[in-house]
């Protein structure tokens, strides 16, 4: 069984930037999606952004141009740059694994963007 650990989660000002990832244990099939959703309060989970095992991306609207999305397959973990930040891009943010055999989440990290 896989588990993802993020890290790298604050407070920050907006406009600046912040880096956060994800450690994979555990195996991992090869053919894969990794990415990021995030969950602000009163909100439904939506997707940030996906990266699949092919190395097709994936970005929410409100995000492209100013998130990037990165994996070290050395170190099993992906990553999220996160620059130009919002108030609007507070929330916690989960690592999401999609294998043949199922999903698997992160517990969360959270980022806050103060205006």
């Known amino acids: 069984q896989v588990q993802l650990v993020e890290s790298g989660g604050g407070l920050v000002q907006a406009g600046e930037s912040l880096r956060i990832s994800c450690a994979m244990y555990g195996t991992i099939f090869s053919y894969n999606v990794m990415g990021w959703y995030r969950q602000a309060p009163g909100k439904q989970r939506e997707l940030v952004a996906t990266l699949t095992s092919g190395g097709n991306e994936n970005f929410a609207d409100s995000v492209k141009g100013r998130f990037t999305i990165s994996k070290d397959n050395a170190k099993k973990s992906i990553h999220l740059q996160m620059n130009s930040l919002k108030p609007e891009d507070t929330a916690a943010y989960y690592c999401?694994?999609?294998?043949?055999?199922?999903?698997?989440w992160g517990q969360g990290t959270q980022v806050t963007v103060s205006s």
């Open positions: 999401y694994l999609w294998e043949p055999r199922g999903d698997t």
